[in-house]
């Protein structure tokens, strides 16, 4: 089973800063990563798929990047509407996958 | 597209479930559907997929012999089972589609609450 360890936990941030969280699998996963925004009371949200592509609709402020096994995702300019827990999520050759344990962004 | 869930349930330990999730605007057969787990104040956890095609299964191994997914393709409605509920099942149920090849989720379901308690 691959596993992910995804970083920091919690993260305090001000409004227009740069915020960026790692996530690190277990083996080689090529770019089988996504992202995803997560608010209480929502669906999770798509943000970033095969590691680096954003998905239609999604602000150019989120970004991605990496593959094999070190990843980071990228808030270039933190706005108030980005409070939100995220979370990495891989996909593997056998079709299954795993999330990260999520990151809450706090302001 | 759209996956729309069935309701919140409330059940006793030991009891039966059952849970839907209807796709519509997508060809519900040759996409697969994942199922998503969130815990009360916890992260969510991957559960496994199904191809409405032909019913073929992932499961997590974390998942695998707990739950069972299922779905029937002429109502494009995809199901996850319980045999016998624990107080430990209480969470919140995602239904999504995934996107090949990435597997990424790129449809969810609006979730079902499913309380297990004596």
């Known amino acids: 089973d691959i596993q992910m360890t995804q970083s920091p936990s919690s993260l305090s941030a001000s409004v227009g800063e740069r915020v960026t969280i790692t996530c690190q699998a277990s083996?080689?996963?090529?770019?089988?990563l996504n992202w995803y925004q997560h608010k209480p009371g929502q669906a999770p949200k798509l943000l970033i798929y095969?590691?680096?592509i954003l998905e239609t609709g999604v602000p150019s402020r989120f970004s991605g990047r990496g593959s094999g096994t070190d990843f980071t995702f990228t808030i270039s300019s933190l706005q108030p509407e980005d409070i939100a827990t995220y979370y990495c999520q891989q996909y593997d050759n056998l079709f299954r996958g795993t999330f990260g344990q999520g990151t809450k962004l706090e302001i | 597209g759209q996956l729309v869930q069935s309701g919140a349930e409330v059940k006793k330990p030991g009891e039966s479930l059952k849970i839907s999730c209807k796709g519509s605007g997508y060809m519900f057969s040759t996409n697969w559907i994942g199922w998503v787990r969130q815990m009360p104040g916890k992260g969510l956890e991957w559960m496994g997929i199904i191809y409405p095609g032909d019913s073929d299964t992932r499961y997590s191994p974390s998942f695998q012999g707990h739950v069972t997914m299922s779905a029937d393709k002429s109502i494009s409605t995809a199901y996850l089972q319980w045999t016998s509920l624990k107080a430990s099942d209480t969470a919140m149920y995602f239904c999504a589609k995934v996107r090949q090849p990435s597997g990424a989720f790129d449809v969810w379901g609006q979730g079902t609450v499913i309380t297990v308690s004596s």
């Open positions: 083996q080689d996963i090529s770019t089988y």
């Open positions: 095969d590691a680096s």
